[in-house]
C-alpha cells in the first residue's frame, strides 16, 4: 500500500478521461471488427474457389457421350436356346448385333481397315448393355429398338474438344477414318450428351466410359455403417463411465490423456495396426468394409468420446440433483436425463467423425481397400472399395476420361457429406427441444 | 480473520449447543455431525433432533453450513466427490449411512426442494410423474394421473396449469416452477422435506403462496427449511436453528428463538447487526 492519500479526480477530469478512453476503446473495436470481417471474407473466398474449382471441373464428369443405334433383336442371333436366362443369352452374339447396326448406320463400310476403326467408336460394354436391355424387355425380342450405347472413351474426349483435329493424325488417339465416321454420326443425329449412367450404376472399370462409382458408393456405406455401430455406442459408453462413474484417479487419469493423445494418431497407423491385427494376427480377408469400420471406427473414438463427454459436461447440475433429489439412482439419472440433454451434442460429435472417416483414405489403402474389385460388395464380408479410394485410383490412371470422372467422383463424394451433414442437423434439431 | 477464529465481534461461538436438541417425537435425528470438504471443515459436532409433522428452519449468516447440513439428511452429498460426513443421522431409528441402506430408497422418504427451480426439461405431467414412475407407485395409468392431480393440487398449482400439463414444466414462471418442484417432491410421498431457500428467486406474492403451501404441508410432513428471511422463519416454523461457522449456535422454539434468544450470536443475527 501507498503511504499517499488518494486524490479524488473532479468529475470534469474523470469525465475527459473517460472520454479519451472511450475513444481508445471504439477505436479498438472497429480494428477487432475489420479483423473479422476480413477473415471471414477470405474463408468466404477460398470456400467459393474451392467450389468453383470443383463444379467447373466435375459436372461436365457427370455426363458423357452416347451413340444411339437402331438395333435388330433377332432371336435365332442373341438366344440361340431361347430360354431367355442369363445362361443361355451368354450364347448369343450380341457384339454382331450391334455392329451390324453399327455398320448400317456408317453406310456399310467395306474394307477390314475401315471396319476396325467403326468398332473403335462404341464402347465395350455395349454388348453388356444389349443383354440387360433384353432381358428386362423379353417381349421386344424379333423388333427394330433405338438402344443408347455410350461411345469410347477416346471418341468421348475428341468429342469434348480435347483431342485437336489439327494434330497430325500419328500424334493423336483417333484416326482420321474414326473422325470421319464421328461427324457422320453426328450429322444424323445420333451423337447425344446426357447424364452419365455409367458413373452412378456401374462399377470399377480399367475403360474410362463405363467406370461407375456404385461398388465404391456401397462400399462407403457399408464402412460407414460399421464404423458407426461400434464407434458411436462404444464412444457414449466410455464417455458416460469416464465422466460419470469413474473414480477419480491415477489410471483414469492417465487413460484421459491417452485418449487425448489418440485423436491426435495420424490415421495411417491405425490402417497399419488394423492390418497387423485384424488380417495378419485375426486372418480376417483383405479389402473388407467390416475391418475398414473397425480401423475407421478406432480412427473416430477419440473425437466421438471428446466431444460426448463435452456434451455430457454441458448438463446443468441442477438437473442431476433435481433427478437424483426424488430418488433416482444414478443409472437413471444418466439415462432419463443426463444422457436425452447431451444427445445432441454427442451426434454431432459423432457426425464430424463420421465425415472424417469418410474421407479417409490411407488406413484404407493399408488393408487393401484399393484393389481392383468389378463387383458391388453385397454385405460388409465382400472385398469393396470407398469413395476417396476409388477417386484416389481414378486420379491414377492415365485416360483423359478418368479426370472428368475423378472430378465427378468428388462431387459425388462432397453430396455425400453435405447430406449427411444436413441429416445430422435434422437429427439434432429435432432432438434439441426448446424447453 | 473472522473466518479463522471462534471469535466474532469479541462473541465466542458455544463449544455446546444452546437450546434443546432434543425433541419428544423425532422424524430425524443427528448426533455429533462433522462434514468435511477434502481438508475444509464445513460442519462441526452438530447433533438435532427434527421432530415429526414440524417445520424446523434453519438460519445464519451466508457459507455457515446450512445447505451443507441439510444435504447431509438425504445423502445429497454424496454427490460430491471431496466431502465427507462423518457421524450418525437416523431416520426412525435406522441410520442413513448405514451401508446396508439404499440411498434411492432413502431419497424417496426424504424429498428434496432446491434453491434454484430445477424442473426437468419434460412436460409438466412428466415432471411430477417422474418420481411416481420410477418407484412404481402407480399401479394404472388411472393412477398415475390421481398422483399427479393431487400432487399438483397440494402445491396450490393445479388451477394454474390443469389445461396444459403437456406443455414444458421449463415454461412457467419462477414461482410456478417452484410449486412444481414442490409438487415434484410431494408426488413420492415423502416423510421428510428438505427445501433450501424455496423462495430465494421468487416475487413476494410467489413467495407467499409457496408458505401457504407449506403450511398446509405441515400437517402430513415434516419440513426442514433453509432461509435467508427472518420474518419467513418467525412465520412459518414451530423450530428455528442459528448456525454460525460450521456450528450449530442455537436451537429452540421459534418464537423463543426470535424473541428471547440466548446467544449474544444469535440475538445480532435476528436483529440485523451482521449476516
Ligand atoms: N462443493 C463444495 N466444495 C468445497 N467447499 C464447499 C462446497 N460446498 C460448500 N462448501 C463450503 O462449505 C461451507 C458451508 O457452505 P454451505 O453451502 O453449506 O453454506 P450455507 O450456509 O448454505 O450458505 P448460503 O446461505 O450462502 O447458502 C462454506 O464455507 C463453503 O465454502
Ligand atoms: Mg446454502
Partial sequence: ?435 | MVQNTNQVEGRAVPEKTLGEIQVDNPRMSARNVNVFYGEKQAIDNISLDIGMSQVISFIGPSGCGKSTFLRCLNRMNDTIDICKVDGEIKIDHQNIYDPAIDVVSLRARVGMVFQKPNPFPKSIFDNIAYGPRIHGLAASKVELDQIVESSLQRAGLWEEVKDRLDQPGTGLSGGQQQRLCIARAIAVSPEVILMDEPCSALDPIATAKVEELIHELREQYTIVIVTHSMQQAARISDRTAYFHLGKLVEVGDTKQVFTNPRHELTQDYITGRFG
Fill in chain 1, 1 to 435: 500500500m501507498t503511504d499517499r492519500t488518494y486524490q479524488r479526480l473532479d468529475p470534469q477530469q474523470a469525465a475527459e478521461r473517460v472520454k479519451a478512453s472511450i475513444n481508445l476503446r471504439k477505436r479498438k473495436e472497429t480494428r477487432f471488427l475489420w479483423l473479422g470481417k476480413t477473415a471471414v471474407a477470405i474463408a468466404l473466398g477460398f470456400l467459393v474457389l474451392l467450389f468453383a474449382g470443383i463444379l467447373s471441373k466435375g459436372i461436365p464428369g457427370l455426363f458423357q457421350y452416347y451413340v444411339t443405334l437402331d438395333v435388330r433383336l433377332d432371336a435365332r442371333q442373341l438366344d440361340p436356346s431361347g430360354q431367355m436366362t442369363v445362361e443361355s443369352l451368354a450364347g448369343g452374339d450380341f457384339d454382331g448385333a450391334i455392329l451390324t447396326s453399327l455398320y448400317e448406320a456408317l453406310g456399310n463400310p467395306e474394307g477390314r481397315k475401315e471396319k476396325r476403326e467403326a468398332r473403335r467408336l462404341i464402347s465395350s460394354g455395349s454388348s453388356q448393355r444389349l443383354m440387360n436391355y433384353v432381358l428386362d424387355n423379353p417381349e421386344q425380342l424379333e423388333s427394330m429398338v433405338s438402344i443408347q450405347f455410350a461411345v469410347d472413351d477416346d471418341v468421348d474426349t475428341f468429342l469434348r474438344g480435347l483431342i485437336s483435329r489439327e494434330t497430325p493424325e500419328a500424334d493423336r488417339r483417333i484416326s482420321d477414318q474414326l473422325i470421319g465416321y464421328i461427324d457422320a454420326l453426328e450429322a444424323e443425329g445420333r451423337i447425344s450428351y446426357e447424364i452419365s449412367d455409367y458413373l452412378f450404376f456401374g462399377s470399377a472399370s480399367r475403360d474410362a466410359e463405363m467406370a461407375g462409382i456404385r461398388g465404391a458408393l456401397v462400399g462407403s456405406i457399408l464402412t460407414l455403417l460399421v464404423c458407426i455401430v461400434i464407434a458411436f455406442p462404444l464412444g457414449v459408453a466410455t464417455a458416460v463411465y469416464l465422466e460419470e462413474m469413474a473414480p477419480k484417479n491415477r489410471l483414469t487419469e492417465i487413460i484421459e490423456i491417452n485418449i487425448n493423445n489418440l485423436a491426435a494418431v495420424p490415421s495411417v497407423v491405425f490402417g497399419i495396426m488394423g492390418l497387423a491385427i485384424f488380417i495378419v494376427a485375426f486372418g480376417m480377408p483383405r479389402s473388407i468394409p467390416l475391418v475398414g469400420g473397425i480401423v475407421l471406427a478406432l480412427m473416430t473414438l477419440p473425437t466421438i468420446i471428446i466431444s460426448s463427454r463435452a456434451a455430457i459436461r454441458a448438463v446443468p447440475p441442477s438437473i442431476r440433483d433435481a433427478a437424483l433429489g426424488v430418488g433416482a439412482s444414478k443409472m437413471q439419472t444418466i439415462m432419463h436425463h443426463v444422457l436425452p440433454l447431451a444427445m445432441p451434442g454427442m451426434l454431432t460429435g459423432t457426425i464430424i467423425g463420421m465425415a472424417q472417416a469418410l474421407g479417409e483414405t490411407a488406413p484404407l489403402l493399408m488393408i487393401g481397400m484399393v484393389a481392383f474389385i468389378v463387383d458391388v460388395p453385397g454385405g460388409v464380408t465382400d472385398p469393396g472399395t470407398v469413395l476417396p479410394v476409388q477417386i484416389f485410383m481414378w486420379a491414377d490412371f492415365a485416360e483423359r476420361m478418368f479426370v472428368q470422372k475423378t472430378s465427378a467422383a468428388i462431387i459425388v463424394l462432397l453430396a455425400f457429406l453435405i447430406s449427411m451433414n444436413a441429416a445430422a442437423i435434422l437429427l439434432r434439431k429435432k432432438l434439441e427441444r426448446r424447453w
